[in-house]
């Protein structure tokens, strides 16, 4: 059914109602007071009112409203059902009424009563806070009861008097405790209007009970018989205009709700103990009976506070778990926190990172836009071009090839081919080859990798020629090496590596030299051929010397004769007075050593000072040789120019091989050779070497090498 007809017809059932309710009171207000008639007529319109009520109640649930107050129709038919047989008996048999055993059937409207506080607690209470609202309420409801019962009963009545006493008493407590505290716990309008009509029928049914068992009862009484008539339609309108309960988690409870019905069941329990201890002798109570009021509701008290300290050990327990969880969110956040910061480091440092690699980069590296336009490019290209960062980016490629001094048509479409060429003013040309990739982005860019094989197009023939000589060396050097012994095999390893590392480099490079003079030569530049070929005469002349020197020191005569020590004093006291430097010498042999290993450490030394002396330039020179019973030390260390040791490579590209060299020896030997050096701040060469491996290990080594 739409929303619409439902209003409409909830309006016409409120103005029913209300014209009931005006009914009700023209009837009473007409009708004689004190008379059988209105008796009569009470007794019909209590009925009358309440099976209506159940009616609207029991459609206004169907049509939607809320499923529990189905039970508060059967409470009202119940109501209904009674007052109709009081009309029934008092007009087959008038009279007034006295207690009897059949006034237990006025518990039977507790079972309704029951069930509809239940559906309450259901709809409104997590399961906790029913068993702690059940506590309450049952110590509110036996408190209330207890002082009901001391009032209602009449004094030295019979046992058959207290019981009916009692059960008036019960009616009317549970009334107005359970739905009164279930108002104070969710106090929504609904609640507190159902708490006033219910505060008003119990009120009606202590009064009722107390006519009753005083045996004065005669369905006269005003206040009460409007009380019941009218209750009932109070039920229904309040389940008519509100047909719907809200949600728990819309009703925002007041926070001292639950304090305030706790202590309420407190008071109320102290107020029930003190009227009973006051008034049980004057109500003709006797002790025995007393006794068992004053321990039932100190049981009750005994109980609520057993449930407090249940409830705060509950509470206690959430909260530590509350805290801990809490604890563990907070700890997840921060490691959340933590590992967002290291990203947006992480992700700085790549930014950086890729920046210095793409300005960094030997090869030229630039993106171009979908129309041809340099969005970047890096310092490679730049120099390539001989042309400014500002005057490269943002320029179309035509653009920049037109700039390009020495560019032709080649270089324009360099971006679509790979080759292309420019002519250099001083006559030789740049030969450039190009690796273009799309990136995938929206709008889609162009990524071009420029690099320069110039040097390698004048070289590539000279490469060749020099790989088929090492090729052709290699092998001559596998045969003869597989027709000697051991022994001999070694020391020719040995002297192949001295000589690889010192003259034969120097051939290579001016082999190399001789060809690019030869070139520069056929190139007409006759002048700078000249020059090359002095620089050669003079490389040849040093490397000739070296190879005497080489040759000679094979194996020193003095290592022989004096040993290790003697040996590198004399070398580094030749060495100051050959270079004019300060030179100092100290060792400290806790032990002998081979031949084998003597030998190295002499060459790892004469090394180190004919590099020294080809580039420190210092003024002080040290060397340390100390043994013990695990390892040789030998520290060589001047104060002379330095070198950026990371371009140890790159020295080994250009010819410089001598730490490589040594670097080799030490290694062979299963040792560890260290470099530290830093422009202007001197050279610091540190070796180690092994004691206890066997010469024969080492002679294995180099024979594998």
């Known amino acids: 059914m739409s929303d619409a007809p439902r209003t409409a017809r909830s309006s016409w059932t409120a103005i029913l109602l209300g014209l009931t309710a005006l009914a009700v009171v023209a009837v009473y207000v007409a009708l004689p007071s004190g008379t059988r008639s209105q008796a009569l007529a009470s007794e019909a319109m209590v009925a009358i009112t309440c099976v209506l009520s159940a009616l609207v ?3 206004a649930v169907q049509g939607g409203a809320w499923h529990g107050a189905i039970w508060l129709a059967w409470t009202l038919v119940l109501l209904g059902i009674g007052n109709a047989l009081f009309f029934v008996f008092d007009v087959a048999r008038p009279g007034s009424y006295q207690p009897r ?24 209470f997590a399961p906790r806070e029913r068993r702690e609202l059940t506590i309450d309420l049952l110590l509110i409801t036996a408190s209330i009861t207890a002082m009901l019962y001391l009032l209602i009963r009449p004094v030295g009545s019979d046992a058959q008097t207290a019981f009916s006493a009692a059960v008036f008493a019960l009616l009317a407590a549970t009334q107005l405790a359970v739905f009164c505290g279930i108002a104070l716990w969710v106090p929504d309008r609904e609640h507190l209007m159902q708490a006033i009509a219910f505060a008003v029928t ?4 202590a009064g009722f009970g107390y006519q009753w068992v005083h045996g004065s009862f005669s369905g006269t009484s005003t206040w009460i018989d409007l009380s019941l008539a009218l209750a009932p339609l109070a039920f229904a309108a309040i389940t008519l205009l509100q047909p719907r309960h809200q949600p728990t988690d819309a009703v925002e409870r007041p926070r001292w709700s639950r304090p305030v019905l706790t202590m309420l069941a407190v008071v109320s329990a102290c107020a029930a103990l003190s009227v009973v201890a006051l008034l049980d002798q004057r109500r003709g109570i006797d002790d025995l009976a007393s006794t068992v009021i004053i321990v039932l509701l100190g049981m009750g008290v005994a109980v609520r506070i057993v449930a407090n300290q249940v409830a705060s050990t509950q509470g206690h327990r959430e909260v530590r778990a509350a805290l801990a969880d809490k604890e563990a969110a907070l700890q997840e956040a921060d490691r959340a926190l933590e590992r967002v910061r290291e990203a947006n480091e992480t992700l700085g440092q790549s930014e950086e990172h ?3 690699v793409f300005d960094a980069a030997e090869d030229g590296v630039v993106e171009l836009d979908e129309r041809g336009v340099v969005i970047r490019a890096n310092n490679a290209l730049c120099r390539m071009v001989r042309l400014d960062r500002e005057a490269v980016e943002g320029q179309p490629w035509s653009a920049l090839a037109a700039a390009v001094t020495g560019a032709n048509e080649s270089f324009a479409s360099l971006p679509q081919a790979a080759e292309a060429e420019v002519r250099r003013a001083e006559g030789q040309p740049l030969f450039l080859e ?33 790989f088929k000589f090492l090729q052709d060396r290699d092998e001559d050097r596998t045969r003869l090496l597989r027709r000697t012994n051991a022994a001999i095999e070694a020391e020719r390893n040995r002297v192949a590596r001295d000589l690889h590392d010192g003259p034969v480099q120097g051939v290579s490079a001016a082999s190399l030299s001789l060809e690019a003079a030869l070139l520069m030569i056929k190139a007409g530049d006759t002048e700078r051929g000249m020059e090359v070929l002095s620089r050669i005469r003079v490389e040849l002349t040093s490397e000739a010397d070296a190879l005497r020197r080489l040759m000679s020191g094979l194996r020193p005569p003095v290592l022989e004769e004096r040993g290790l020590a003697p040996a590198l004093l004399e070398m580094v006291k030749r060495f100051g007075d050959d270079q004019g430097v300060h030179a100092e010498f ?20 004469q090394e180190a000072l004919s590099n020294a002396a080809k580039h420190a330039e210092a003024d002080m020179l040290t060397v340390n040789l100390e043994a013990d019973d695990v390892q040789v030390r030998i520290e060589v260390q001047d104060d002379g120019r330095g070198f950026d040791a990371a371009r140890s490579r790159e020295y080994l590209r250009e010819g410089r091989v001598g730490l490589a060299s040594m670097r080799e020896r030490v290694e062979l030997a299963s040792g560890t050779f260290v470099v530290r050096s830093s422009p ?10 092994p004691l206890e491996e066997s010469g024969a290990d080492r002679e294995l080594a180099v024979h594998e090498v």
């Open 57 to 59: 109640i029991a459609r």
């Open 101 to 124: 055993p059949s006034d237990a059937i006025f518990l039977v409207l507790m079972i309704p009563l029951l069930k509809l506080a239940e559906a309450e607690a259901r709809e409104h």
């Open 202 to 205: 119990a009120t009606a049914t």
């Open 354 to 356: 890729l920046r210095s």
């Open 434 to 466: 190009s690796r273009v990739s799309q990136i995938p982005t929206s709008p889609p860019r162009t990524l071009m990798l420029v690099r320069d094989v110039t040097a390698a197009r004048v070289a590539d023939q000279t490469i060749r020629s020099l």
């Open 586 to 605: 100290a060792s400290r042999l806790a032990t002998s050593l081979s031949e084998d290993l003597e030998t190295l450490a002499y060459r790892v030394v």
């Open 680 to 689: 202007s701040r001197g050279t610091t060469i540190l070796a180690t070497l």
